[in-house]
């Protein structure tokens, strides 16, 4: 059978097309003009882009099923216009072995709704005290290692990390934290803070360990790409690194590029993220490494929690909120990217540090793996929690408008998402 997506603007590296594009099975097979096919999708006024990749998704399968499973993920991503998520491996148990790794994979192809590549934990149990069987994972086909939830703690462990990195050709993904300047926070480390009388998160637990996994691969050479940064001076200590020509990388959370720390006021939990909402200063500083090219990616966080859990006190409750279907609404009302800029951060870019590019994050050319989405990027809507996909509905975004809505998402060839609804 064949697809064609009729009408719409398909956005490649270097611009932006009106044409139309035909797919036969999973494989793109023609792009032009005034092409038909047995099946239609209207992209009349839209912008047709490779599928997104989400570099961090906690799916919280194995473990915590009630909060979210591979599968309602996998459709909360389709609806935000995601063909790939790389699972983060703090389930339970954790993802550092073969046969959790397995398992994720194969809930993944029984879900069918997109791609599932599972980080590998750098350290046993994610407990940062005797390291993951790197070699094994890699062989495996893991390509990103992360203790995610945690930061390395333990400089020798982590340069052996990097030393397994450079050899395998993997890339250590960091969560930046220096747990020693954390302990008992619940927000950024700031006046508000201080006039709440709670404990800080201070900014330069972040940055310290960002200039620190600098030098290693400084040292190393290995690849590094740095987890939701949050502060203006790792951004500048990212570029730096870049101008030298460092093997590294960044991502930024839709969250820290449109919300503040004064939202912690209300004590409501859920703003309460890790890391923090930090100040206006660092949000700007965030924008402007998006746009610069020093932060490479936007990934979610998409962290799902219990009701029960996020309805407890700010300082018991646990960090995270869920993002996978409103990502590309809330950076396109935070940021001014244009359709080529968002095709980078949003799946270009992803899927080149995850290594997945010989089936994501490509040009839309003959022959390429049918993984895209159709997106209108002018529609305003407001996030309505009933008609979420995901199991958990942590999120602060309710009743805010939007700009830029995922119509339909195509996963190798197959709609999975059509008129902004899951197909199944
Ligand atoms: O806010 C967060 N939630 N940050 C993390 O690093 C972990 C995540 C989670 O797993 O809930």
């Known amino acids: 059978m064949t697809i064609v997506i009729k009408g719409g603007s398909v956005v490649g590296a270097n611009g932006v097309e009106k044409v139309d594009v035909l797919v036969d099975n999973d494989v793109i097979v023609k792009v032009g003009s005034n092409l038909a096919g047995d099946v239609s999708l209207d992209a009349t006024g839209c912008h047709v882009f490779p599928g997104f990749v989400d ?25 935000g216009g995601y063909t790939a998520l790389i699972a983060m491996p703090n389930t339970n148990p954790a993802h550092d072995s073969v046969t959790v790794i397995e398992f994720v994979r194969e809930q993944a192809r029984k879900a069918g709704l997109l791609d599932v590549f599972p980080s590998g ?20 086909g893991v390509r990103i290692f992360t203790d995610d939830g945690s930061g390395v703690q333990d400089p020798v462990l982590m340069g052996r990390a990097m030393q397994y990195a450079k050899t395998l050709g993997v890339t250590m993904a960091q969560h930046c934290e220096v747990s020693a300047l954390t302990q008992g926070a619940v927000m950024n480390e700031c006046g508000c803070s201080s006039d709440m009388g709670v404990p800080g998160w201070p900014a330069v637990a972040e940055e310290m360990m960002v200039q620190r996994d600098i030098e290693m691969s400084r040292l190393t050479g290995a690849s590094v790409h740095f987890l939701h940064l ?66 490479d990616a936007v990934a979610t966080d998409h962290a799902p929690h219990a009701r029960r859990d996020k309805e407890l006190s700010l300082d018991q409750a646990p960090p995270g909120m869920i993002g996978l279907e409103t990502a590309l609404g809330v950076v396109l009302s935070a940021v001014d990217l244009d359709p080529v800029q968002i095709a980078a951060v949003m799946s270009r870019n992803p899927a080149r540090i995850a290594q997945i590019t010989e089936s994501h994050g490509r ?20 996030v309505n929690p009933a008609k979420l996909a995901s199991k958990s509905k942590n999120t602060p975004f ?15 060839g197959q709609i999975t998402v059509q008129d902004g609804e899951a197909q199944k």
């Not at 993984?371 to 305003?380: F, H, S, W, Y």
């Open 121 to 140: 934990c750098i350290t046993m149990g994610r407990l940062g005290e005797a390291l993951a069987p790197l070699a094994e994972l890699s062989a495996a």
């Open 230 to 295: 949050s502060t203006a001076r790792s951004v500048d200590l990212v570029r730096a690194a870049k101008s030298e020509g460092l093997n590294v990388t960044a991502e930024v959370t839709p969250h820290h590029l449109s919300l503040t720390q004064e939202l912690l006021k209300s004590f409501d939990p859920i703003y309460k993220v890790n890391p923090p909402l930090r100040s206006m200063d660092d949000i700007q500083a965030l924008k402007a490494g998006l746009l610069d090219g020093t932060i």
């Open 398 to 412: 309710v009743g805010r408008q939007l700009r830029g809505i995922v119509r339909s998402t195509m996963y190798r």
């Open 55 to 79: 570099l961090h998704a906690h799916l919280r399968e194995p473990g915590r099923e009630d909060t979210e499973t591979i599968e309602t993920a996998s459709r909360a991503g389709a609806k």
């Open 363 to 382: 040009n839309i050319g003959v022959g390429d793996i049918a993984n895209l989405c159709v997106v209108d990027l002018d529609a305003m809507w407001q």
